[in-house]
T-cell receptor, first 112, second 116 residues
């Protein structure tokens, strides 16, 4: 009964490729997030969607494009991958009014 | 600009000892302060949280102390156990100006190692 699930868990690819990470939550939450965790474990918010509407868009290269087909799904597509994109990407969800943020187990992206 | 500053970066404690991790924030719009625990290969998970209208919250061996005037808060782990070895993140949450949703900003994390 995974609450927030991400696929794939591991992704190894070459520079310049395009890749996607999928996220689904079965908690009934209406707000979803993407966080990036770098090699020093720093967690930085990238995007947030509330009921399929983009509400937070931090300073992220436009090679990163989130898509939310419905409030239970938030996918992340990355174009023209660069070495610096190597990181662990976490999807998370919560209710609009706040409270606990539930994280997925992360997707480790390695760009060679 | 780091909105939530966390220290120390790493901490080694003997089993049974007290682990203390400190955080400070600048933005007075923050109104909810959770701590997250992350084990290797896993996502962060909520450990304990506090709102600024109280100065302390305790859950089992974990206590948050909150100083609103100093804009500082800390996590105390009493009787630390090897199973507590993980990365701990403080965080601060505020309402997003564009609507009713909220944004959570994390500190830089503390790698805690509890020696047996």
């Amino acid at each position: 009964d995974t609450a927030v699930s991400q696929t794939p868990k591991y992704l190894v690819t070459q520079m310049g490729n395009d890749k996607s990470i999928k996220c689904e939550q079965n908690l009934g939450h209406d707000t979803m997030y993407w966080y990036k965790q770098d090699s020093k474990k720093f967690l930085k918010i990238m995007f947030s969607y509330n009921n399929k509407e983009l509400i937070i868009n931090e300073t992220v290269p436009n090679r990163f494009s989130p898509k939310s087909p419905d409030k239970a799904h938030l996918n992340l597509h990355i174009n023209s991958l660069e070495l610096g994109d190597s990181a662990v990407y976490f999807c998370a969800s919560r209710t609009t009014v706040g409270g606990e943020l539930f994280f997925g187990e992360g997707s480790r992206l390695t760009v060679l | 600009q780091q909105q939530v500053k966390q220290s120390p970066q790493s901490l080694i404690v003997q089993k049974g000892g007290i682990s203390i991790i400190n955080c400070a924030y600048e933005n007075t719009a923050f109104d909810y302060f959770p701590w997250y625990q992350q084990f290797p290969g896993k996502g962060p998970a909520l450990l304990i949280a506090i709102r600024p209208d109280v100065s302390e919250k305790k859950e089992g061996r974990f206590t948050i102390s909150f100083n609103k005037s100093a804009k500082q808060f800390s996590l105390h782990i009493m009787d630390s156990q090897p199973g507590d070895s993980a990365t701990y993140f403080c965080a601060a949450s505020k309402q997003v100006s564009s609507g009713s949703a909220r944004q959570l900003t994390f500190g830089s994390g503390t790698q805690l190692t509890v020696l047996p």
